[in-house]
């Protein structure tokens, strides 16, 4: 069974530092990974998709990096905002008979203090 | 529509009532996706729609649960009997083909109370 795991649970930091969200997975055999941001009592924004062909991928500040022979992504976070402080959900796309379904990571909760 | 939408947004009921959570896919999506999420037990996969294909309902966590979708587009989730280990967030996500990992996106999703 895929099990998603996210490094660190919970993150506090100050305006303007450069932030890097760990997820690891252990089935390699992945489809896609995708980032999610989850703001308190609202559902899920997606933020990246990286297919499992690719290395990595950019939206603004933003990056996500994806070592599927390692079963690692990360997700960089360059000159934090305030307005970036939620908590950072990374899912995967397994294979297989399970292809479709998501499985999560428990997610990162990031504070960003002015 | 814009994005998914999920309806109720909140919903309280007695426990051994039945409820129905409503998810309106985006538009032209031909898969769509039940997750929940329980307070500290993160996301879970509960049911998805592909097109025509039998729904995957591996993640359907008792008979209790149940769930369709009619017309290929609006989900019905339905649990009977509900119990307050029930009690959790709701949440319906769509895509436009299962088919090499698309991207799924999701509603504001249904917090469900169970007294």
């Known amino acids: 069974k895929q099990e998603v795991t996210q490094i660190p649970a919970a993150l506090s930091v100050p305006e303007g530092e450069n932030l890097v969200l760990n997820c690891s997975f252990t089935d390699s055999a992945i489809y896609n990974l995708q980032w999610f941001r989850q703001d308190p009592g609202k559902g899920l924004t997606s933020l990246l998709l990286i297919q499992s062909s690719q290395r990595e991928q950019t939206s603004g500040r933003l990056n996500a990096s994806l070592d599927k022979s390692s079963g690692r992504s990360t997700l960089y976070i360059a000159a934090s905002q305030p307005g970036d402080s939620a908590t950072y959900l990374c899912?995967?796309?397994?294979?297989?008979?399970?292809?479709?379904?998501?499985?999560f990571g428990r997610g990162t909760q990031l504070t960003v203090w002015p | 529509g814009a994005g998914v939408s999920q309806s109720p947004s909140n919903k309280v009921t007695e426990k051994g009532k039945d409820v129905e959570l409503r998810c309106d896919p985006i538009?032209?999506?031909?898969?769509l996706y039940w997750y929940r999420q329980s307070l500290g037990q993160g996301l879970e996969f509960l049911i998805y729609f592909q097109g025509n294909s039998a729904p995957d309902k591996s993640g359907l966590p008792s008979d209790r649960f149940s769930a369709e979708r009619t017309g290929g587009s609006v989900s019905t989730l339905t649990i009977q009997r509900t119990q307050q280990e029930d009690s959790a967030v709701y949440l319906c996500a769509s895509s436009l083909a299962n088919m090499a990992g698309p991207e799924q996106f999701f509603g504001p999703g249904t917090r469900l109370t169970v007294l």
């Open positions: 899912a995967v796309v397994a294979g297989g008979s399970t292809l479709g379904r998501l499985y």
């Open positions: 538009s032209g999506h031909t898969a």
